[in-house]
């Protein structure tokens, strides 16, 4: 029956509104008729039978004429009219009216909306109030019946308000139920669109990109060969439009990629000249093509080295200029770049582009970085491009967190400026940047290979045959000895049987694509290649497809087409250099500027990593090729690089001047950007990380870790010098090419032989980092204690407490870690300190060799993020038990005890 009524009040033709609208006043239908039936005043039956009458009318007249929210007031004032009328004629408060005055509330508020919800629900109110005030106060006023009567009124009134009022929320509740199971239908349909519609475009890409790269390949290779002027003019212009029909592309693929949300900032350090000189030799022929000045004014302080997505930050600033240059047809285009200092260690650039052209009208401005949008579109059809270049810009800008505006004055020229926050790699001046000492002109030269290499063989692998040809005849210049494989599996095939010096590798093919058979090649049994350089040469483009390459191994990345000049630069960077013989007019400075190459040496095939809290002295860290990711040092000045930027020595200066300061660990977006770099070195990379609880660097490189197949992450269960000692285990067997995974078997184990215990000066910056609660403080404070901490566990626990001066807590100190002296590997010892002077460190190392004597000591500074934690005048003794599988290396003496 329930269901029914339902079914007759649910109809998903209308609204949500008109629906509730109908349920609601049928319940008003069904008080009203139950009230007149429960009635004896004919005076009162009358009204009610009016009433109802009117009720009906006015909700058919609002479905109808379909103005909900009027019929809703309308019938809320007829219940407001009714409700006294009724509540005073059936016997007052002893009556059963007054329980139907819920269901006007109820009524109002779901049936109204906005301020005359609450006009409604406030004149409820106060009108019910009134009742009850004058049927108390004035009961002549009230029609008195038999009190049997009012029991039984009270009595049908409650049970048929609670089974309306159920009846309305079950409504309520299954209608919100039914939106919100379309509305994820309607955002499960969405989704589904917009990734049928990137996967179109990112198939359309490839798919366009395939025959694209046959057409400029060949056409290249016309243009090389000794051809009429009206052959070589028709060539050029082949080469202008297909270059035109892969930038739309790009551009419709870069859209497509922002609005899926898809776009990924890949920050790298870069170099600022670099990058200047890459746009400068790409725009200006472009401007003097069209007779047009272009100028170029750089900041001559701007930092040599920042970190950011220099690939968008170069496709921005091309889109702008490129942009100036179309809509500019005299004067001039000028590139103006300068820094503004935020602090230490981070820099505000702007970037300006200034044209000479026609203008943008002021109301036109506001539409300027809409995507297909072309202001004046009658006066510039005959400018070619879809419109997207200026809203690709906008987004790109506000991707990296920064900010774009527009200045014109229409026929006079155009403003653009774009502003970008950047941290800064390398502190030196760029100095004198100018476009004369940047420009390179080719215009007229004939075509001469770079190198030759005739005892080189590489290998490229595409199923497309017409790829092969054209990556051939690029390459026949070069003399290379170039074999061909269709398919995955003859890639494999012959790299069992040959060596080949490169490989050229596709992505997508079928039955096993590039990134498979790499792997396949990485761990192929008896094959020959396992350490040769692959470049990804590839269809699938973006940044995305670039950090994808870096993560699974690949050397190098090049997005089809290709030139023969990006092909040959390519080759060349990962080439042995003995095979190599550079032209004469080859500078060596210009080979490989435009191409992206992952490495440029043979990668390592295991590569040992770890954060900067690892407290190790740099002559180890060197010999053993160990890398480190800096953790951060936070102050009121800002944040800091942990011992690059701010030195252990200057984090207590500040600490006893009263002011704070604190570790944070990279995040993973950090140690993901750190781990892509690694891989560039290495083939794998085994992570070794602080102890989880202690710290959430573990953890986010855990994660980070998660987006590659050949990184490894380690919980030390350790700090400082303690997880240095690990960190040198596992680079020393990886020097003797043991496994990974019996590396890291190892490294299981014996990171329960070593011993790792700090005496504390004062608890307040372990407090205060949360290492130890408030009450040990207090307690230490209190009883001038020294606590000495350990790590168990991979947590922090207190193990004792030591009472009195430098001296004595130091000998008692030395006394207990080394009270059992047989159980101690003497081969290495760590004495690792923060805000202790020379003399001190000097006593303490002459007592541990009275009680226990090491091999080789070192006297080890805590870095600035362990300083910050464990205060000044804290030190630790590190080293490790015996029954440890260490077959550690001979270390020079006078190398140990610096």
Same mark, same amino acid.
């Given at each position: 029956?329930?269901?029914?009524? !339902?079914?007759?009040?649910?109809?998903?033709?209308?609204?949500?509104?008109?629906?509730m609208?109908?349920?609601?006043?049928r319940?008003?239908?069904?008080v009203?008729t139950?009230?007149?039936?429960?009635?004896?005043?004919?005076?009162?039956?009358?009204?009610?039978?009016?009433?109802?009458?009117?009720?009906?009318?006015?909700?058919?007249?609002?479905?109808?004429k379909?103005?909900?929210?009027?019929?809703?007031?309308?019938?809320?004032?007829l219940?407001?009219?009714?409700?006294?009328?009724?509540?005073?004629?059936?016997?007052?408060?002893?009556?059963?009216?007054?329980?139907?005055?819920?269901?006007?509330?109820?009524?109002?508020?779901?049936?109204?909306?906005?301020?005359?919800?609450?006009?409604?629900?406030?004149?409820?109110?106060?009108?019910?109030?009134?009742?009850?005030?004058?049927?108390?106060?004035?009961?002549?006023?009230?029609?008195?019946?038999?009190?049997?009567?009012?029991?039984?009124?009270?009595?049908?009134?409650v049970?048929?308000?609670?089974?309306?009022?159920s009846?309305?929320?079950?409504f309520?509740?299954?209608?919100?139920?039914?939106?919100?199971e379309?509305?994820?239908?309607?955002?499960?349909?969405?989704?589904?669109?917009?990734?049928?519609?990137?996967?179109?475009?990112?198939?359309?890409?490839?798919e366009?990109?395939?025959?694209?790269?046959?057409?400029?390949?060949?056409?290249?290779?016309?243009?090389?060969g000794?051809i009429?002027?009206?052959?070589?003019?028709?060539?050029?212009?082949?080469?202008?439009?297909?270059k035109?029909?892969?930038?739309?592309?790009?551009?419709i693929?870069d859209?497509?990629? =922002?609005?899926?949300?898809?776009?990924?900032?890949v920050?790298?350090? #870069?170099?600022?000249?670099?990058?200047f000189?890459?746009i400068?030799?790409?725009?200006?022929?472009?401007?003097r093509?069209?007779?047009?000045?272009?100028?170029?004014?750089?900041?001559?302080?701007?930092?040599?080295?920042l970190?950011?997505?220099?690939?968008?930050?170069?496709?921005i600033?091309?889109?702008?200029?490129?942009?100036?240059?179309?809509?500019?047809?005299?004067?001039?285009?000028?590139?103006?770049?300068?820094?503004?200092?935020?602090t230490?260690?981070?820099?505000?650039?702007?970037y300006?582009?200034?044209?000479?052209?026609?203008?943008?009208?002021?109301?036109?401005?506001?539409?300027?970085?809409?995507?297909?949008?072309r202001?004046?579109?009658e006066?510039?059809? %005959?400018?070619?491009?879809?419109?997207?270049g200026?809203?690709?810009?906008?987004?790109?800008?506000?991707?990296m967190?920064?900010?774009?505006?527009?200045?014109?004055?229409? /026929?006079k020229?155009?403003?653009?400026?774009?502003?970008?926050d950047?941290?800064?790699?390398?502190?030196?001046?760029?100095?004198?940047?100018?476009?004369?000492?940047?420009?390179?002109?080719h215009?007229?030269?004939?075509?001469?290979?770079?190198?030759?290499?005739?005892r080189?063989?590489?290998?490229?692998?595409?199923?497309?045959?017409?790829?092969?040809?054209?990556?051939?005849?690029?390459l026949?210049?070069?003399k290379? %000895?170039?074999?061909?494989?269709l398919?995955?599996?003859?890639?494999?095939?012959?790299?069992?049987?040959?060596?080949?010096?490169?490989?050229l590798m596709?992505?997508?093919?079928?039955?096993m694509d590039? =990134?498979?058979?790499?792997?396949?090649?990485?761990t192929?049994a008896?094959?020959?290649?396992?350490?040769?350089?692959? =470049?990804?040469?590839?269809?699938?483009?973006?940044?995305?497809?670039?950090?994808?390459?870096?993560?699974?191994?690949?050397?190098g990345?090049?997005?089809?087409?290709?030139?023969?000049?990006?092909?040959e630069?390519?080759?060349?960077?990962?080439?042995?250099?003995?095979?190599?013989?550079?032209? &004469?007019?080859?500078?060596?400075?210009?080979?490989?500027?435009?191409?992206?190459?992952?490495?440029?040496?043979?990668?390592?095939?295991?590569?040992?990593?770890?954060?900067?809290?690892?407290?190790?002295?740099?002559?180890?860290?060197?010999?053993?090729g160990?890398?480190?990711?800096? #953790?951060?040092?936070c102050?009121d000045?800002?944040?800091?690089?942990?011992?690059?930027?701010?030195?252990?020595?200057?984090?207590?200066?500040?600490?006893?001047?009263g002011?704070?300061?604190?570790s944070?660990?990279?995040?993973?977006?950090e140690?993901?950007?750190?781990?892509?770099?690694?891989?560039?070195?290495?083939?794998?990379?085994? %992570?070794?990380?602080?102890?989880?609880?202690?710290?959430?660097?573990?953890?986010n490189?855990?994660?980070?870790?998660?987006?590659? &197949?050949n990184? /490894?992450?380690?919980?030390?269960?350790?700090?400082?010098?303690?997880?240095?000692?690990?960190?040198?285990?596992?680079?020393?067997?990886?020097?003797?090419?043991?496994?990974?995974?019996?590396?890291?078997?190892?490294?299981?184990?014996?990171?329960?032989?070593?011993?790792?215990?700090?005496?504390?000066?004062?608890?307040?910056?372990?407090?205060?980092?949360g290492?130890?609660?408030?009450?040990i403080?207090?307690?230490?404070?209190?009883?001038?204690?020294?606590?000495?901490i350990?790590?168990?566990?991979s947590?922090?626990?207190?193990?004792?407490?030591?009472?009195?001066? !430098?001296?004595?807590?130091?000998?008692?100190?030395?006394?207990?870690?080394?009270?059992?002296?047989?159980?101690?590997?003497?081969?290495?010892?760590?004495?690792?300190?923060?805000?202790?002077?020379?003399?001190?460190?000097?006593y303490?190392?002459?007592?541990?060799?009275?009680?226990?004597?090491? &091999?080789?000591?070192?006297?080890?500074?805590?870095?600035?993020? =362990?300083?910050?934690?464990?205060?000044?005048?804290?030190?630790?003794?590190?080293?490790?038990?015996?029954?440890?599988?260490?077959?550690?290396?001979?270390?020079p003496?006078?190398?140990?005890?610096s």
């Open positions: 029956m329930l269901n029914k009524w !339902f079914e007759m009040t649910v109809d998903h033709k209308i609204s949500l509104r008109e629906r609208f109908r349920v609601v006043t319940a008003c239908m069904i009203l139950i009230i007149l039936l429960m009635g004896r005043n004919p005076v009162n039956l009358a009204i009610l039978a009016f009433a109802l009458i009117c009720l009906v009318t006015i909700a058919r007249i609002s479905i109808r379909e103005c909900i929210h009027t019929g809703a007031t309308a019938i809320a004032v219940l407001l009219a009714i409700f006294p009328v009724s509540f005073f004629t059936a016997g007052g408060f002893y009556s059963g009216v007054p329980e139907w005055f819920v269901l006007c509330f109820i009524y109002i508020s779901i049936t109204l909306e906005g301020k005359r919800k609450v006009v409604f629900f406030l004149l409820c109110m106060i009108e019910t109030s009134l009742c009850y005030y004058f049927s108390f106060y004035f009961p002549e006023y009230v029609a008195h019946n038999p009190e049997a009567h009012y029991f039984f009124c009270s009595a049908v009134s049970i048929l308000v609670g089974i309306l009022t009846v309305l929320l079950l309520v509740t299954r209608l919100y139920e039914e939106e919100n379309l509305s994820r239908q309607q955002k499960k349909e969405i989704e589904e669109l917009n990734k049928a519609e990137n996967n179109f475009f990112t198939s359309m890409s490839h366009i990109r395939t025959p694209i790269n046959t057409i400029i390949g060949l056409n290249e290779i016309i243009l090389r000794d009429s002027e009206d052959v070589a003019e028709n060539a050029r212009s082949i080469q202008g439009a297909s035109m029909l892969l930038t739309l592309i790009n551009d693929l859209l497509s990629k =922002i609005k899926s949300k898809k776009m990924e900032i920050n790298v350090s #870069y170099e600022t000249g670099a990058l000189s890459e400068v030799n790409m725009i200006w022929i472009k401007a093509e069209k007779g047009l000045d272009f100028q170029l004014h750089v900041d001559s302080s701007i930092p040599s080295m970190y950011g997505d220099e690939v968008r930050i170069k496709q600033l091309i889109n702008l200029l490129n942009n100036a240059i179309k809509y500019t047809s005299k004067g001039s285009v000028t590139l103006s770049i300068w820094c503004e200092r935020l230490v260690n981070r820099v505000r650039v702007w300006s582009v200034e044209d000479t052209g026609q203008g943008v009208k002021k109301e036109n401005i506001p539409y300027i970085f809409n995507a297909f949008k202001v004046e579109e006066k510039n059809r %005959h400018i070619e491009g879809t419109g997207l200026l809203s690709i810009v906008h987004q790109l800008v506000d991707l967190g920064g900010e774009i505006s527009v200045n014109s004055v229409y /026929t020229g155009s403003t653009f400026l774009v502003m970008l950047q941290d800064i790699v390398e502190d030196k001046a760029l100095g004198s940047f100018t476009l004369a000492s940047r420009i390179r002109t215009e007229g030269e004939q075509y001469k290979q770079s190198f030759e290499a005739p080189a063989h590489i290998l490229v692998v595409d199923d497309n045959e017409m790829n092969l040809m054209v990556v051939r005849k690029l026949s210049a070069t290379i %000895h170039l074999d061909t494989a398919s995955a599996a003859d890639c494999l095939r012959l790299t069992r049987i040959q060596h080949y010096d490169a490989i596709d992505h997508l093919m079928p039955e590039g =990134i498979q058979c790499l792997h396949a090649l990485r192929q008896g094959g020959l290649c396992q350490d040769v350089p692959v =470049i990804a040469l590839t269809a699938n483009a973006g940044s995305d497809n670039q950090l994808l390459y870096r993560r699974e191994g690949f050397s990345y090049l997005a089809k087409p290709v030139s023969g000049a990006l092909l630069a390519a080759i060349l960077s990962i080439l042995p250099k003995g095979l190599v013989k550079l032209s &004469e007019q080859t500078l060596q400075s210009e080979i490989g500027h435009d191409v992206l190459i992952f490495e440029q040496a043979q990668r390592r095939p295991l590569l040992i990593t770890t954060d900067s809290i690892c407290d190790l002295p740099e002559s180890l860290k060197k010999k053993f160990i890398s480190v990711c800096p #953790y951060y040092v102050t000045q800002g944040r800091f690089l942990d011992n690059i930027e701010l030195q252990a020595d200057e984090v207590l200066s500040h600490i006893a001047a002011k704070n300061a604190s944070l660990p990279p995040s993973i977006e140690y993901e950007t750190f781990f892509a770099e690694k891989l560039t070195e290495a083939q794998r990379v085994i %992570h070794i990380s602080m102890a989880k609880h202690v710290s959430q660097g573990y953890s490189a855990l994660e980070a870790a998660r987006s590659f &197949e990184v /490894t992450v380690i919980d030390s269960g350790h700090l400082s010098s303690s997880m240095g000692l690990l960190v040198l285990y596992a680079a020393h067997q990886a020097e003797q090419h043991i496994a990974k995974d019996e590396i890291v078997k190892n490294l299981l184990k014996m990171k329960r032989y070593i011993s790792s215990a700090f005496i504390i000066d004062s608890t307040h910056m372990l407090c205060q980092s290492k130890i609660s408030k009450r403080q207090i307690l230490c404070d209190a009883l001038l204690l020294h606590p000495i350990m790590l168990w566990n947590k922090m626990v207190v193990s004792g407490m030591e009472m009195g001066s !430098f001296t004595h807590v130091s000998k008692r100190y030395i006394r207990k870690v080394f009270a059992n002296t047989r159980n101690i590997d003497r081969r290495i010892l760590f004495i690792t300190y923060a805000g202790i002077d020379a003399k001190r460190v000097q303490i190392r002459n007592l541990v060799q009275q009680y226990c004597p090491f &091999e080789h000591i070192y006297l080890q500074k805590a870095s600035s993020a =362990i300083a910050s934690n464990c205060g000044p005048g804290s030190f630790g003794l590190l080293f490790m038990k015996k029954n440890a599988s260490s077959s550690f290396w001979d270390t003496r006078s190398e140990a005890d």
